[in-house]
T-cell receptor, first 109, second 116 residues
Framework: RKEVEQDPGPFNVPEGATVAFNCTYS??????FFWYRQDCRKEPKLLMS???SGNEDGRFTAQLNRASQYISLLIRDSKLSDSATYLC??????????FGKGTRLHILP | DTEVTQTPKHLVMGMTNKKSLKCEQH?????MYWYKQKAKKPPELMFV???????INESVPSRFSPECPNSSLLNLHLHALQPEDSALYLC???????????????FGAGSRLTVL
């Protein structure tokens, strides 16, 4: 089982819709969780950290389910500018930061 | 200054060349990283420096040689590379390492390397 798994997509979603992705992780001792966004031929940029109690930043909501070992990202009222690859990132106890393969999102006009 | 600066942005080199990639940050971050990213793949960790000491080497071939001259600078020396080493090389930094809330990575824009 891969350490961090994501559905690669692509998710093709009409503008204004709500879209959600999940990411599963295999190491139950994983400590910190993040969602990064990467645009084509650009560097990854932090979208949000994921906290145990769940957290929201505008149209974006992240949740952590430790029992089932997954994190999720919900995007409401999607915009064309949300089109990107969303990378799930997990910090393990050995300080290694592991990236998922990413989920590609296309917002359609 | 909230940036990680990488130079050069693009590099083309032959298999017998020696070149270096450079990375600089002035955010007071004490951990710096090299990642390699191929097209449509996630970044793969190569090296981690923590407080200027190499803390993680992900079994990277010796033709890649990292160097951390001080807490703001990170270099990656390249020698006798292969065409399959062509990729985007990303530098990142974080305030610290470990589960202290200090492990958020800030990436540079990357150096796109082509080996002929």
């Amino acid at each position: 089982r891969k350490e961090v798994e994501q559905d690669p997509g692509p998710f093709n979603v009409p503008e204004g819709a709500t879209v959600a992705f999940n990411c599963t992780y295999s190491n139950s001792a994983s400590q910190s969780f993040f969602w990064y966004r990467q645009d084509c031929r650009k560097e990854p940029k932090l979208l949000m950290s994921v906290y145990s109690s769940g957290n929201e930043d505008g149209r974006f909501t992240a949740q952590l389910n430790r029992a089932s070992q997954y994190i999720s990202l919900l995007i409401r009222d999607s915009k064309l500018s949300d089109s990107a690859t969303y990378l799930c990132v997990v910090l393990n106890r050995d300080d290694k930061i592991i990236f998922g393969k990413g989920t590609r999102l296309h917002i359609l006009p | 200054d909230t940036e990680v600066t990488q130079t050069p942005k693009h590099l083309v080199m032959g298999m017998t060349n020696k070149k270096s990639l450079k990375c600089e940050q002035h955010m007071g971050h004490r951990a710096m990283y090299w990642y390699k990213q191929k097209a449509k793949k996630p970044p793969e960790l190569m090296f981690v420096y923590s407080y200027e000491k190499l803390s993680i080497n992900e079994s990277v071939p010796s033709r890649f040689s990292p160097e951390c001259p001080n807490s703001s600078l990170l270099n990656l020396h390249l020698h006798a590379l292969q065409p399959e080493d062509s990729a985007l090389y990303l530098c990142a930094s974080s305030l610290g390492t470990g589960n202290s809330g200090a492990n958020v990575l800030t990436f540079g824009a990357g150096s796109r390397l082509t080996v002929l």
